[in-house]
């Protein structure tokens, strides 16, 4: 994309006005700020609209920052929240007068319910902007928060007159799969055997071909859409059973495998995912096989004053018919390899530092056990933005007061007892649809399921309104251990399906 020299110069000095926010804030929380949080999303496949507001309602967990006595919030979602659900936020914030904080706390919606990204429907609505411009008191202490930090994105902050934290949309390029191997290589990173920046079934047959020659027990191969999400534009080629490489059939049997691949994205067909490939381009790279895999990921951030800070380490959970599909997390990761994923990680934003970005990213890795007990660890994902681990890790920052150590590999609160979770946005339950999000706020209350501030354990939900149309909502379950995470995770989907069974009764 041709940028604007005079545009890029506007964005910034814009984006400079960061450097005094974020060391004010840094020093002294209770300086006045203005955060706009505008959690838009735009993926390949379309979302219904009740979906994308359950996503957009995924970072409430942000209201925890008007602990800050002058914190004041604007939270835009495509239709308006329902009440309940501001009440639950508000009644887990520790320490907090709440009738203060709502004061500082301003709902705004453009009342659209389609699929349409969020941040296009604001600059649809100029009197909109106008709206969200005049509850900023002060531009030169306010910033925009957006989800995935879009071109939109960049113009709303340009529009709205205020910087904001996320990488520039002119290095969108280097959260795509192909970037993301080059800067995994630059960084000295292990990461799998793979072609990059591939647009026709043709160049995916032409790179398997090759991987199988210098691999020539290859036994799966994995091919990603660039901008592909949650492992949707993946796409699993199992090369088992194919004649050798050397054959003179073995590029048909590819071609035949490539064009009758499982696609597993909502509303995906072959064709659709090859026009996507076309559009994006993508990778291929080798599938990592061994006697035991897991999927760590490592999520960090760089601060506008280009420092790399390492935040936690996950084991996500994947699922789908591909096993490639995020589910979950688990925090924090297994320290067996802990350490090794976030010295790999911090190296990899070493290098976007120097390249100028700013923002939250992760890195996924795949590492496999070996016989001796030792695992190898890959690369194989640059996220340059917000993803599924983001939420329930600041939901426990926030509500605890801890810290993850890098070092141990371990989240402390400030009394020193660590904490764990197990964490979904996908927790599915038949009949789930029939309750509402009271009927589950309550059903916590009444089973003890809730998060105890005092003894800071139990479940914190969230994406509750996709619960009456997509039968589904959020869940991260803390403990002390990671056994008492997973058991309280565990009662909680065992109690939700025993309420959605009964859905003549009341909560019990």
């Not at 319910?113 to 709206?131: C, E, G």
């Not at 202490?141 to 340009?158: Q, T």
Request: hydrophobic residues 40%; negative net charge; glycine residues 8%.
């Amino acid at each position: 994309m041709d940028i604007d020299p005079q545009d890029q110069a506007a964005y910034d000095a814009l984006q400079a006005k960061l450097i005094p926010l974020w060391q004010s804030i840094e020093k002294l929380n209770t300086d006045e700020q203005t955060i706009v949080v505008v959690p838009s999303a735009e993926v390949d496949f379309e979302l219904t609209a009740s979906r994308l507001q359950a996503y957009e309602e995924r970072y409430l967990f942000l209201l925890l920052l008007l602990r800050q006595p002058r914190a004041r919030m604007i939270y835009v979602t495509g239709q308006a929240i329902h009440p309940d659900i501001v009440d639950y936020y508000f009644d887990l914030m520790p320490g907090v007068i709440s009738s203060h904080a709502r004061k500082r706390l301003f709902l705004v919606s453009p009342q659209e319910a389609t699929s349409r990204p969020l941040t296009q429907k604001l600059l649809d609505r100029p009197r909109l902007l106008d709206q969200i411009q005049s509850l900023i008191i002060d531009r030169d202490r306010a910033h925009l928060v957006p989800f995935m930090a879009s071109w939109k994105d960049r113009e709303l902050a340009m529009r709205l007159g205020i910087p904001m934290y996320g990488a520039d949309p002119k290095d969108s390029s280097l959260g795509t799969k192909s970037e993301g191997r080059r800067l995994f290589a630059a960084a000295d990173v292990p990461h799998p055997a793979g072609r990059e920046d591939l647009r026709t079934v043709e160049d995916v047959a032409s790179a398997i071909a090759e991987l199988r020659a210098a691999n020539p027990g290859l036994q799966r191969a994995v091919v990603k859409h660039n901008e592909g999400v949650s492992g949707y534009g993946n796409a699993t080629v199992d090369l088992r059973g194919l004649p050798a490489p050397e054959s003179s059939s073995a590029a048909s049997e590819v071609l035949r495998l490539l064009k009758n691949i499982p696609i597993e994205m909502p509303g995906g067909s072959v064709e659709r995912y090859f026009e996507i490939l076309a559009e994006e381009a993508g990778i291929v790279e080798e599938m990592v096989e061994g006697d035991e895999i897991r999927s760590p990921s490592v999520q960090l951030r760089i601060t506008p004053l280009g420092q790399v800070e390492l935040l936690s380490t996950h084991d996500q959970i994947l699922g789908g018919d591909s096993g490639q599909v995020f589910i979950g997390s688990r925090f924090p990761a297994d320290a067996e390899y802990g350490t090794a994923i976030s010295e790999c990680a911090l190296a990899v934003g070493s290098q976007l530092a120097a390249r100028g970005v700013i923002g939250r990213f992760a890195i996924d890795f795949v590492v496999a056990r070996q016989a001796d007990g030792s695992w190898i660890t890959n690369a194989i994902e640059l996220n340059l933005r917000k993803g599924g681990t983001t939420h329930p890790f600041l939901t426990l920052q926030f509500l605890t007061d801890g810290n993850f150590d890098g070092e141990t590999g371990q989240f402390t609160a400030p009394g020193g007892q660590e904490k764990h979770y197990v964490a979904s946005d996908h927790a599915e339950v038949p009949g789930l649809s029939q309750l509402a999000p009271h009927d589950v706020l309550e059903m916590a209350l009444l089973r003890n399921l809730h998060f105890d501030q005092a003894r800071q354990v139990g479940t914190v939900f969230h994406m509750l309104s996709a619960l009456p149309v997509e039968g589904q909502l959020g869940v991260t379950s803390v403990g002390n251990t990671p056994e008492d995470a997973q058991n309280r995770y565990d009662a909680v989907i065992d109690t939700l399906a025993d309420e959605a069974a009964t859905p003549d009764q009341s909560v019990r």
